[in-house]
């Protein structure tokens, strides 16, 4: 189906189709058919901690930029901690992007 005036239409695919093409692995257990992921659940979760490891990776990086050599804690573990918030704020960003994209793919919106 073609509109001409906002383009190609598309129809929402359904949580029920878990690969692009179709099953990636074929059912092995008990999981009900129409098991769902709480996408609103994730994209609650990701409003609330990304913004917390991008403060603590900004903190971190601060409060190690800005200590001495006699300084507790040290700059290795603040170091550390920056670098690990870093990485929990990337897959954070990610998981972001992956429910939105899950999201708009139900809606049957295009991208």
Do not use: K, Q
């Not at 692995?25 to 609330?48: D, I, K, M, N, Q």
């Amino acid at each position: 189906m073609r509109d001409p005036r906002t383009g190609p239409t598309r129809e929402p695919v359904s949580r029920a189709r878990s690969g692009t093409i179709g099953r990636r692995f074929p059912r092995t257990g008990t999981e009900p058919v129409t098991a769902r992921s709480p996408l609103r659940l994730r994209l609650l979760l990701v409003a609330v901690f990304l913004p917390l490891f991008l403060a603590g990776t900004a903190l971190f990086g601060t409060w190690a930029a800005w200590s001495d050599a006699g300084d507790s804690p040290g700059r290795g573990p603040l170091i550390l901690l920056a670098v690990v918030c870093g990485v929990l704020a990337l897959t954070a960003l990610l998981d972001l992007t992956v429910v939105l994209r899950r999201l708009r793919r139900e809606r049957g919106t295009p991208h």
